[in-house]
């Protein structure tokens, strides 16, 4: 997830406190975050085994309020925000008219308002597209960032680590849901959410709790073998996990049921900005190229953007690479062309160096069952 070519403007504020514990940092969007701590790989299969924190501060959040949110809302994401109750989230997309994705972002329902949740890539031009429509109706739209500063449990012992954590007892939840709490004495907003394939937990925070609710699951954590993990390591566990990133792997020039997100989008909710893309895309049967696992049979590892071919005819290109930790084995996310992403379908890649052959298969790559913790 590192751009070394991206300027930097801003860095985590818990940079000292990560340094101290040996986090080596590089550009991601714009901030400069830790990427790791120790060995990468001890890192992502001590989250896949047990449990880790990383730090995610760098994305933002939007406040939406007023006697017409619900309607504003409802009419330019692409998931019922209508039928959104209290206590639960949901994910969801900005589209354009065409039906292409502006924005992946995720919905709270607060009871007298509704919170945005925004990738650090997307913040900003989410911002300017939302923030006009204030004009035009009762309701209000305010960038609360700052308040709702972002760290992440993410692993099997999480809930563990939440329980010990969380001022409160640690209630059921369902992915997306939410509920408020102590926090070394900070309140603190929880949501039950995986980005790692593993069972998650996000802890919002306003910026001046972040430093004490960081160091308290570091101490607590350490019951449960818990380390701090980087984005270098989220992004080996993310891929594993098929989950797409904003500008790598899905962008303006894809349509939204080709990112494979099915609870992304409500089929049965009124209009909304690009639902008649969306309608048409459904209703004609299939899309025109798909989001798409391959299992490459090669130790060779192929770059971003490398051609996938059926024989003689190209079929689409690769988006995300990882020699697998868990699996052992050189896997890709890529854009395939609709007659040619059905799970078991042979296929071949192209890189500089020459052919490598691949198979697709089902995503997630590393399946775990996340229920309720």
Same mark, same amino acid.
């Given at each position: 997830m590192a751009e070394a070519n991206e300027q930097i403007t801003r860095e985590s504020l818990l940079k000292n406190r990560q340094l101290e514990i040996g986090a080596r940092f590089d550009t991601s969007f714009g901030w400069d975050m830790a990427q790791h701590y120790s060995d990468p790989l001890t890192e992502h299969h001590a989250v896949r085994a047990s449990v880790g924190l990383i730090d995610l501060s760098f994305g933002g959040c939007l406040k939406v309020w007023g006697g017409e949110a619900v309607q504003f809302l409802n009419g330019l994401v692409s998931n019922d925000v209508k039928s959104l109750a209290v206590g639960k989230g949901m994910r969801a997309a900005f589209l354009t008219g065409h039906g292409k994705v502006k924005a992946f972002c995720r919905v709270l329902n607060l009871g007298q308002e509704f919170l945005i949740i925004n990738d650090p890539q997307t913040h900003e031009k989410v911002l300017s597209y939302v923030s006009p429509f204030c004009y035009a109706g009762d309701f209000k739209v305010e960038d609360v960032s700052e308040h709702y500063r972002l760290l992440s449990v993410q692993g099997p012992k999480a809930h563990l680590v939440m329980k010990e954590v969380c001022f409160e007892p640690l209630p059921k939840l369902e992915e997306h849901d939410w509920f408020e709490t102590l926090i070394a004495g900070h309140k603190t907003l929880v949501v039950r959410a995986s980005h790692t394939g593993e069972s998650g937990f996000d802890i919002f925070v306003e910026e001046a709790a972040l430093a004490d609710v960081w160091d308290f699951i570091l101490l607590k954590g350490q019951f449960h073998s818990l380390v701090p993990f980087g984005l270098k390591v989220l992004e080996s566990l993310r891929i594993e996990a098929g989950v797409p990133v904003y500008g790598v792997d899905i962008d303006e020039s894809n349509m939204l049921l080709e990112a494979g997100l099915d609870d992304v989008v409500s089929f049965t909710k009124g209009c909304y900005t690009g639902q008649e893309a969306v309608a048409m895309a459904t209703y004609r049967g299939h899309i025109s190229k798909k989001l798409t696992g391959l299992s490459i049979h090669a130790n060779t590892l192929p770059s971003p953007g490398d051609v996938v071919r059926k024989e003689e005819k190209e079929v689409g290109h690769l988006t995300s690479l990882?020699?697998? =930790?868990?699996?052992?084995?050189?896997?890709?996310?890529?854009?395939?062309?609709?007659?040619?992403? /059905?799970?078991?379908?042979? $296929?071949?890649?192209?890189?500089?160096?020459?052919?490598?052959?691949?198979? #697709?298969?089902? $995503? =997630?790559? #590393?399946?775990? /069952?996340l229920g309720t913790q």
């Open positions: 990882l020699a697998s =930790p868990t699996l052992g084995s050189t896997i890709a996310l890529a854009h395939i062309k609709y007659g040619f992403f /059905d799970i078991g379908n042979n $296929l071949n890649v192209v890189t500089a160096s020459g052919s490598l052959s691949a198979t #697709v298969v089902e $995503l =997630p790559f #590393v399946k775990n /069952d």
